[in-house]
Each structure stands twice: as structure tokens, then as C-alpha cells.
């Protein structure tokens, strides 16, 4: 069975859907299939499970979400708050800086 | 149209985890929404219904892990989720004195704006707070409903407040129930007494506050219910639990846990110390107890045996003095058969002077002719009534008995007289105010501590924390006996009248009547005896 590590992953589903969620606002179901679409098949879960981090992105007041009617069928979409912004720019900068260092590592660029 | 057992499950599972309402079903409206996409897609896709379904409810996940995972987020995103043994069993313990005194500050508030709103005349200000404390009548008759109502809308508050945060953080229904029991702990043992001038708050065991507890109990009944009600309604859960729901922890990560959590060790902390002081308690207490056996069985029975004595020895008057009884069956306002708190039923029964012999008898050398008892109000009458009687039924005994005629001079005027629950040395409890036949008078304080003690009192002096011999040089103990409702509460006390000799300020003069008067304090004075006393020529 594969283990993970819960720390090293800490703040990456908040990263994405802060990512996804600055290009327009999205309701649950398509924020689901945007992150299998551009991460190329990378997450597989429960697609339940997106809605505990939209909550709590929520209850931060990261995100805003409404409920509206498009195409006759009624969702609640959710849409980056200018908190959101300046939160999706600091992670962003933070995740460039460990992933080139992680990138300089693997591809064994030594000092 | 979505599955009913998924999202039915999805619902039942976040009932039962305390999910708060709004939250509860905008989740499951997402989660729907999210369902029906899904079979949508695999519509789309050429799958036939029930294959949509079923393909539709394994990408969503299994709903009760879902539920799990949605509370488990509410309950970390709040303090009061983080650390829920802090904040609904410890805090509401310190909580209710806290929101009595918010209450009382918003009442006082309502005084000023009152004041400010209908002018000066209206306005609750000091002077008109002073001049409210210092009438004890009126003061009395409004603080106690005051403090009642104060005290239930301070348990309403307190319950309701700590159910909601408990609901809010969706800690669940056996927290709620957890903190109405805590509340209704905060009930008992909250202890609040308002005097005039003073005000005492503070918690104890002592005399549990029964009413004010049922509040609480009253909530967690009602929780109780409703989650019994909710759960009824909605589909079962299934019986084994769900493969991917995750396994217990094991012992060591449990301790790991543990070091991480300052809600633990805090816990851990206080009911070590709670644990540490009952066990001290518990000694110490075995301690007394051999003490106290030890005084009620072989001390205090000698020292009584030898006060009655002594007593009995001076039921000779004394010599070189005439004295004159003063007979005042006419102003008996209450026999000596009559309950301290005659007219309101189960309260103290018994409590009486029956024992005390009637008609003309020698205490502490003096004669006095003894046939009932002037009866004063005082304060503890109001306090010792139920509520109902407080409100509704008042009983109070005269504020003064006046004009007890007397006709006649004298050097000393002796009383025979006692006090019920005299708790402060150095009030007037009662003054005699003599009416000369030339038109004069002059008053005679009767002083608690100094020419009265209660009459409920131990006539033992080892290990005796009362008050056992009055201070004036005048007072002696005049007789000690008993009643059924001091051998009932107190066996170890006994009821005590005094002697008193209080100079006259006019000696030359003769003395038309006197008025024996309340100083309207705590205590209710009474009066048996009265004799005149001049030196024999």
C-alpha cells in the first residue's frame, strides 16, 4: 500500500483550486474535472472530497460562494476574494521556490 | 435524479456528527448537484441509468466518509472545536458569575437611560441608590424577585450560549449535552447573596441550587429528543463499518497525540489537582470527624451540664434592690408556642419558646413576669420565606409594638429579651424608647453582640465558633432550653435569652410607656420580660 506524506502535500489542493478559481468562478463538479483535465489524470479521488477544502477555503474568507441559476440548472459557484488573490500569490511564490529546489535536486545540479 | 441511500446516508451522517443546519443543507445540495452532473456524464457517455448511478456514486466516494470529512474541517476551524473539554465543561463553570454581573451592569443601564429618558426626577443616580439601599423594606421587597429573575435569565444565557458555540463548532449532540451538564453543575454551586451595600458571588456545594439547574437539564432533554427524532427519519446507517473509514490508532500514536494537545495535558493537570484535593480533603475530613466526636460525646455535655448550673444558681433575685414586673400580656404579638416563622408552612416547624415557663419567674437574679413574646421584624424573616411567600404572601411581624404602659420610675430597666439570626456584632438591633410623663423621652439601643446574641447558639465554650458571650457588662445569660426544630437541625445548640440592665437616662422621672422598636436589620429582636429596678432606700 502507498504511503503519503500529509505534510509535504500540506496547502497543494488549496494552491489549485486558488489557481483554477482566479480564471473565473467555478461550482464543485467543475472544479473537479478542470483539476483531472490540466493535471493530466495526476489526482484521482473522491470527488466528494473537493468540498471539505472549498468550505474551509470559504470559512477564510478566500473564496465567496453564490448560488446561481445557469443553463436552468442551479449551483453554487464559487469565486476568488481579493484575500484570495494576494493568498494564491504568496503560495504560488512559495511552491515556484520548493519545486525548483526540488527540480535542482533531482536533476542533480550540484554546488 | 440523485441517489436517495447516498445522500440520505451523506445527511444522516452529518446529523449524528452535529453539523450545523444552514451548513447541513448546503452540503447536501452541493453534494446532489455534484451527483447529478455525474450521472449526467456518464449519460452522456452511453451508460444506461442504473450503470450511471452506480458509476456516478464510486467516483463521488462513500458518503459517510464524506460527511466524516466535512465536520471533521467545521470542528478544526473553530477554538471551541479544537478544544472542546476547555470550553464546554470547564468554562461554563467560571462563566455564569461572569454573565450574572453583564446582566446586572445591562439593568443598571435600562436604570440610567430610564433616568436620562424621563428627567431628573426618574434619574437612578447615586444619591438615589443610597437613598434605595439604606430602606431595607423597599430594598428587600425588590431584590429578591430581582435576583431571581437576574439568576434564571444568567442560566438561560449561559446554556443557550454554550449550545450554541458547541452547535456552531458541529461538535454534535453529546457535547451539547456535555455542556448542559456542566452548566447545570455551574447551577448548583453558583452562590450569589445581595445586601445592601454589599455583594458576594462566588461558588460552593453548600445548599445546591435545584431550580436554577433544572435549565440546563431542561436543554439536554430537549437536544436529546430532537437528535432521537432526526435520526428516526432517516435511512440507517449500514451495519459493518465502511472499509475506507480509518482504523483506530494505535496506543503510541495515541500518546503522540497527547503530547501534542495542550487540551490534554490541561485536562490531565486539573483533574489531577481535582483528584489531589478530594483525597486531601478525605483525610482531613476523618481528622475532624474524630475531633468532633470527641466534643459532642464527652466535652460539650459536661460544659452544658455545668452553664445549666450555673444558670439554675441564679434563679434567686439578687439583693438590695427593689424591682417591679412589668405584665404585658395586653401587647403579645406572639405566644411563646408560636413558630419563629408562624404562617408559612414547612418552615420551621417547632421552632418556638414553648419551654420556657409562663408567669412570673427569676433569670439571672431578676424576676420578670413572662406570658408571650413582643415579636420584631427583622430582615432574615423576609429571607428565610420561600420565593412564593416572598412575592405574594408576606408575612412580617410588627416594625414596632408602642405605648406598653409602664407607669413608674426607676434606676435600671432589666429586659428579658433574645434575637433571632443575629449575624453582624455592633447593630441596633431594637431600641426602648421611654415616654416620660413630662412629655420627654429618651431611647435605649439594644445592641447585637453586645446586649443580645441569636438565640439559636452553643452554651459550650470548647471549639465553639459562635459568638458565646454578649460583650455589655449589663447582659448575662438569663435561660438556655430547647425546641423540636433545634434538636432536629442543631441538637448541639441551644435557645439562649439574655439578661439585659440598661441605665435610665431620667431616673427622677416617671416613665408613662415605652415603644420597643425594630432597627429593621437582620436580625429580629424579641421581647419576654420587663421589671423596673431602683435601690432599695
Given amino acids: 500500500m502507498r504511503k503519503t506524506n500529509p505534510n509535504f502535500l500540506n496547502g497543494v489542493p488549496e494552491l489549485l483550486m486558488l489557481k483554477l478559481l482566479s480564471r473565473r468562478p467555478m461550482y464543485g463538479y467543475e472544479i473537479v474535472k478542470a483539476l483531472q483535465a490540466e493535471s493530466g489524470e495526476a489526482f484521482t479521488f473522491g470527488e466528494g472530497c473537493v468540498y471539505p477544502y472549498l468550505h474551509h477555503l470559504e470559512r477564510e474568507k478566500l473564496v465567496v460562494s453564490q448560488r446561481q441559476e445557469v443553463n436552468g440548472r442551479s449551483r453554487n459557484y464559487y469565486e476568488l476574494s481579493p484575500k484570495g488573490h494576494q493568498r494564491l500569490e504568496a503560495l504560488s511564490a512559495d511552491w515556484n521556490r520548493v519545486a525548483a529546489g526540488i527540480s535542482m535536486l533531482l536533476g542533480g545540479q550540484h554546488a | 435524479m440523485p441517489d436517495a441511500t447516498t445522500i440520505g446516508l451523506f445527511e444522516r451522517r452529518l446529523i449524528e456528527l452535529g453539523c450545523p443546519g444552514r451548513r447541513l443543507s448546503a452540503s447536501v445540495r452541493e453534494l446532489e448537484d455534484h451527483y447529478q452532473d455525474l450521472v449526467e456524464a456518464a449519460l452522456t457517455e452511453g451508460c444506461g441509468d442504473r450503470e450511471a448511478e452506480v458509476r456516478a456514486a464510486a467516483q463521488l466516494g462513500h458518503p459517510v466518509v464524506l ?9 478544526q476551524a473553530s477554538w471551541w472545536g479544537r478544544h472542546p473539554i476547555i470550553g464546554f465543561c470547564l468554562c461554563p463553570l467560571f462563566s455564569l458569575a461572569v454573565i450574572w ?66 452547535w456552531r463548532a458541529a461538535l454534535g449532540w453529546k457535547w451539547i449535552v456535555a455542556t448542559c451538564a456542566a452548566c447545570a453543575l455551574a447551577c448548583l454551586v453558583f452562590y450569589v447573596s445581595v445586601q445592601p451595600q454589599n455583594l458576594t458571588i462566588g461558588l460552593r456545594w453548600h445548599q445546591p441550587h435545584w431550580p436554577l439547574a433544572l435549565i440546563p437539564v431542561a436543554v439536554a432533554v430537549m437536544v436529546i429528543w430532537r437528535q432521537r427524532t432526526m435520526a428516526g427519519i432517516l435511512p ?16 503510541r500514536e495515541r500518546w503522540g497525540v497527547w503530547l501534542r494537545m495542550p487540551t490534554y495535558w490541561i485536562t490531565t493537570i486539573l483533574v489531577a489537582l481535582l483528584l489531589l484535593a478530594v483525597a486531601m480533603q478525605t483525610v482531613q475530613s476523618r481528622h475532624y470527624a474524630a475531633h468532633r466526636a470527641q466534643l459532642k460525646n464527652q466535652i460539650w455535655p459536661a460544659e452544658r451540664a455545668a452553664t445549666l448550673a450555673r444558670l439554675q444558681a441564679r434563679q434567686q433575685p439578687d439583693s438590695g434592690v427593689h424591682e417591679t ?10 405566644p411563646l408556642e408560636a413558630d419563629e416563622l408562624a404562617g408559612i408552612p414547612g418552615k420551621a416547624k417547632g421552632n418556638n419558646l414553648a419551654s420556657l415557663p409562663t408567669g412570673v419567674h427569676v433569670y439571672a437574679g431578676v424576676p420578670f413576669d413572662v406570658e408571650g413574646r413582643l415579636q420584631l421584624y427583622g430582615r432574615s424573616q423576609f429571607y428565610k420565606q420561600p420565593s412564593w411567600a416572598t412575592l405574594y404572601k408576606q408575612q412580617q411581624w410588627a416594625t414596632q409594638i408602642k405605648n ?73 445569660l438569663a435561660w438556655a432550653g430547647s425546641n423540636p426544630s433545634i434538636q432536629k437541625h442543631a441538637p448541639d445548640l441551644s435557645l439562649r435569652l439574655y439578661r439585659s440592665a440598661f441605665d435610665n437616662p431620667h431616673p427622677d422621672l416617671e416613665i408613662a410607656s415605652i415603644d420597643y422598636v425594630s432597627g429593621l436589620k437582620h436580625a429580629s429582636p424579641f421581647l419576654l420580660g420587663l421589671t423596673l429596678e431602683t435601690k432599695n432606700p
Fill in chain 2, 236 to 251: 440507517p446507517l449500514p451495519a459493518a463499518p465502511h472499509p475506507t473509514l480509518p482504523a483506530p490508532r494505535a496506543l
Fill in chain 2, 67 to 75: 460527511a466524516e470529512n466535512l465536520v471533521m474541517g467545521l470542528r
Fill in chain 2, 325 to 334: 414586673t412589668i405584665n404585658m400580656k395586653l401587647w403579645i404579638n406572639a
Fill in chain 2, 404 to 476: 406598653i404602659v409602664v407607669g413608674g420610675r426607676c434606676d435600671r430597666l432589666q429586659v428579658l429579651h433574645g434575637a433571632c439570626d443575629v449575624l453582624v456584632s455592633g447593630q441596633r438591633l431594637a431600641g426602648l424608647v421611654l415616654h416620660y410623663t413630662d412629655g420627654s423621652s429618651a431611647e435605649i439601643p439594644i445592641v447585637g453582640g453586645e446586649d443580645v446574641l441569636g438565640w439559636w447558639g452553643p452554651i459550650y465554650d470548647t471549639d465553639s465558633s459562635w459568638d458565646r458571650n454578649p460583650t455589655a457588662a449589663g447582659t448575662e
Fill in chain 2, 101 to 166: 454581573l453583564a446582566c446586572l451592569g445591562v439593568l443598571v443601564g435600562i436604570g440610567w437611560f430610564w433616568g436620562w429618558l424621563l428627567g431628573p426626577a426618574y434619574a437612578f443616580d447615586e444619591s438615589s441608590m443610597t437613598a434605595f439601599q439604606s430602606n431595607s423594606v423597599a430594598f428587600e421587597g425588590l431584590a429578591s424577585p430581582l435576583m431571581l429573575s437576574i439568576e434564571t435569565v444568567s442560566a438561560l444565557v449561559l446554556t443557550t450560549g454554550f449550545c450554541w458555540l458547541a
